[in-house]
Nanobody, 120 residues
Framework: LQFVESGGGLVQPGGSLRLSCAAS????????VGWFRRAPGKERERVSC???????TYIESVKGRFTMSRDNAENTVYLQMNSLKPEDTADYYC???????????????WGQGTQVTVSS
């Protein structure tokens, strides 16, 4: 069972990035998948999550800017991040759960993370 994330990088404020999280060893659409981030000196927080029924939730600070999606054929979830702000700077992780919960402890498999830096 494995998640492989990609798509992070350095971007200027107002720019965009698309993160990918490819799963192997299990079928993503049968699970909930969350995107988490951990900024320097801060607790890990759940940014968005998609349930097996395709319901998606976001934290307030990214609503209207981030869009999560899932491609069942590719067994991959994505996080399209637009209008990026310096406060979005963090390591981003995808993780698997049975249902979308807020606590990281509810997620059993995690990707290795991808770094996002928003800076001019």
């Amino acid at each position: 069972l494995q998640f492989v994330e990609s798509g992070g990088g350095l971007v200027q404020p107002g720019g965009s990035l698309r993160l990918s999280c490819a799963a192997s060893g299990f079928t993503l659409e049968h699970y909930a998948v969350g995107w988490f981030r951990r900024a320097p000196g801060k607790e890990r927080e759940r940014v968005s999550c998609i349930n097996s029924d395709d319901a998606i939730t976001y934290i307030e600070s990214v609503k209207g800017r981030f869009t999560m999606s899932r491609d069942n054929a590719e067994n991959t979830v994505y996080l399209q991040m637009n209008s990026l702000k310096p406060e979005d700077t963090a390591d981003y992780y995808c993780a698997r759960s049975l249902v979308c919960g807020y606590s990281p402890h509810e997620y059993d498999y995690w990707g290795q993370g991808t770094q996002v830096t928003v800076s001019s």
